[in-house]
């Protein structure tokens, strides 16, 4: 319950929302903390500012990494171990990993924030994606070799709780190895850090949905962009100082005051 409860009412883009998600179901109260540190803004409408800290902007490009490349390692690698595959096919894992981070997360759910066809996101997206992709592989194929190639057989069987655990740890090492060079990413304007999406948090007025929504990162905040959206809102006069002006009124009056006379229906 309290961990749905952090994830809400907080103005990040929806895909960063799920890639926390996703580390979460991996890291556990790991990654749940690393939200709250680094996302989750304590005072709402500050989420811009604290957001800014380049050590924040390395864990929020590490999650969108990790959520992306992991999930597609693991699904793999329940894949393989059902249908009983050799394994020498662990390479599956690593296509399927660098695929769905590359093509899915990065893509195809940033192209909104990126510009441009798809086909252009992916040729922008393939070199930072490699490097941290292989930097998170450094850390957690060494941990799932050694675990999973071990005594226990039951490190390989999905069905079985240690092959999680292992999983787990091995998602822990990776993002650990890689947060360094997403750090560096991030700095070099190759990669996207953490970001700021208030179009799902604004009041829906005419002028305000008019405009399309607009990820605020650090980098626009820091080039002087205008990040207060218009709400449109006028004032309107009162109706009820409306109907004290209205002439039947005044009529009322001035036929109340002394000497005056209301004239009978003919």
Not at 55 to 72: N, P
Not at 106 to 111: E, G, S
Not at 144 to 150: F, K, N, S
Request: with cysteine; net charge positive; glycine share 10%.
């Amino acid at each position: 319950m309290w961990p749905g409860i952090q994830f809400r009412n907080n103005p990040e883009p929806s895909v960063m929302k799920w890639g926390f998600i996703l580390v979460t179901l991996y890291l556990g109260p790991v990654g749940l903390l690393l939200y709250v540190l680094a996302d989750k803004e304590r005072v709402p409408g500050t989420h811009e500012e604290f957001i800014k800290p380049l050590w924040k902007q390395g864990v929020g490009s590490t999650i969108h990494c990790v959520a992306g490349d992991a999930t597609g390692i693991i699904v793999a690698a329940v894949v393989t171990a059902v249908l009983g595959l050799p394994m020498w096919l662990d390479i599956i894992e690593y296509a399927a990993g660098f695929a769905l981070g590359l093509f899915i997360f990065q893509a195809l759910f940033m192209k909104n924030m990126m510009g441009g066809s798809y086909w252009e996101n992916v040729r922008k997206s393939f070199m930072p994606e490699f490097i941290s992709m292989n930097a998170m592989m450094a850390g957690m194929a060494p941990v799932l070799a050694i675990l999973m190639m071990g005594r226990d057989m039951r490190a390989m069987w999905p069905s079985e709780m240690l092959f999680w655990g292992v999983m787990a740890l091995g998602v822990g090492v990776g993002f650990l190895a890689a947060y360094p060079f997403n750090v560096w990413l991030v700095a070099k304007g190759m990669k996207h850090g953490l970001m700021t999406d208030r179009s799902e948090h604004s009041s829906a007025t005419p002028a305000a949905t008019a405009m399309p929504p607009k990820l605020l990162t650090p980098q626009r905040i820091a080039s002087g962009e205008n990040t207060t959206p218009s709400t449109g809102n006028t004032r309107r006069r009162s109706p009820r100082r409306e109907r004290r002006s209205l002439p039947w009124r005044r009529s009322r009056r001035s036929s109340s005051l002394p000497g005056s006379r209301i004239p009978s229906p003919r």
